[in-house]
């Protein structure tokens, strides 16, 4: 039977991560969204914590990394704030595809600027996963690939992509032309300035606006082929796919947590009629649907995290990993549109994040 039960070092990290969130990310969220962008000081204080830099201690990293420790911080900093949540662990995911997937001199290449000391912070990396037309599953990744020699000619288009415009690596996952399924998938570093690559910036967001994304357009895009991490199909690129995907499940189960936690308390202060409006029935079962629900989709992510750090066959970490993500992130839009609910007019003005929190989540999806 599997035990989910975190260890004593992964409980002092979540720890850790709910003081950064509650003390950093909550008071940062709204001037974060305002600016488009988070501070380079908040930025800076994450990385002196080493909770974003799960790389090998050779590369002056935090050490090995482990889904369920990532699947804990990511609810945490996403309890915290959503937005800063992806802005962050968003820029991890290139660098650790290179950890999982590449070679080691790829590792050497990509790897040490993001653990040094002084300016690892200024440092960010990407991940284009999700196609223009589709979404964050295995299946759907279309964009494709194939070699000419020692070049790769890429094709499609990827969108929603953090830290498109200005990441390195910027690694692209993409399918060898003419497969299907989980055989073909490939994954490239694709830098500043190639042939073919266009980037159009992302504006006027709905929501995850602290969050700098962009559209990458493949036209045969010429790579050359020492920039494809390890081989078609290999394991690694897998395991990134799905770490990325587990990483949405943990920011989406953490703002679902920040809603439920918000609503409730709003609902015990709010008096209406004479007594708070948490004690009507109406109030009291949409709090308590949303907690069940949450639980829920916590257990699937915990279940998706221990497949991966068991190194379970890829067909059940990926059935494991899209099963939380689709769950997670419909229980985040439902939590937090039902924060607006009980919180009523007061859920669409300002003062609060309830309505931040709302569209965030939706741009997540």
């Known amino acids: 039977m599997l035990n989910f039960a975190p260890t004593e070092e992964q409980e002092e990290i979540r720890s850790l ?7 950093q990310l909550r008071p940062h969220g709204r001037e974060s969204e305002r600016a488009a962008s988070v501070s380079p000081a908040l930025l800076r204080t994450l990385a002196q914590t080493g909770l974003t830099t799960p790389f090998p201690e050779a590369f002056g990293g935090s050490g090995a990394l482990e889904a369920m420790t990532y699947a804990l911080i990511a609810e945490e900093l996403g309890y915290g704030d959503g937005a800063i949540a992806m802005h962050v662990l968003g820029s991890m995911l ?3 595809s290179v950890v999982l997937a590449g070679s080691e001199q790829q590792q050497r290449t990509y790897i040490p600027p993001f653990c040094d000391e002084q300016s690892g912070h200024t440092h960010t990396g990407s991940l284009a996963f999700a196609e223009r037309t589709g979404g964050y599953t295995l299946d759907e ?15 499609g288009t990827k969108r929603d992509v953090i830290h498109g415009e200005v990441s390195n690596p910027r690694v692209v996952l993409a399918r060898l032309e003419g497969t299907s399924g989980l055989e073909g998938l490939c994954a490239l570093v694709v830098a500043d300035g190639t042939p ?13 606006n602290a969050v700098p994304s962009a559209a990458l357009i493949f036209e045969n895009a010429r790579v050359d082929s020492s920039q494809m991490l390890g081989e078609p199909g290999q394991p690694g690129i897998v395991r990134a796919a799905t770490l990325y995907q587990m990483v949405r499940v943990g920011v989406a189960c953490g703002s679902a947590s920040a809603g439920l936690e918000y609503a409730a308390a709003y609902a015990r202060e709010r008096i209406a009629f004479g007594r708070p409006i948490v004690s009507y029935q109406g109030i009291a079962f949409m ?24 190194g379970s066959e890829l067909a059940t970490l990926v059935r494991d990993a899209e099963a939380a993500q689709h769950q997670a ?13 009980i919180l009523g007019g007061a859920g669409f003005i300002q003062d609060h994040p309830a309505e931040m929190w709302v569209r965030n989540m939706a741009a997540l999806d």
């Open 94 to 96: 290139g660098p650790a």
């Open 287 to 310: 709090i308590s649907e949303m907690a069940m629900k949450l639980d829920a989709a916590r257990l699937y992510l915990w279940r998706a995290a221990t497949s991966w750090d068991q």
């Open 141 to 155: 990744v279309s964009t494709t690939v194939r070699r000419e020699g020692n070049t790769c000619i890429l094709n």
């Open 329 to 341: 992130l419909k229980i985040a839009k439902s939590a937090t549109i039902d924060a607006i609910q």
């Open 196 to 208: 073919g690559m266009r980037v159009t910036p992302d504006s006027h967001k709905l929501g995850l």
């Open 17 to 23: 991560a709910r003081s950064l969130a509650s003390e």
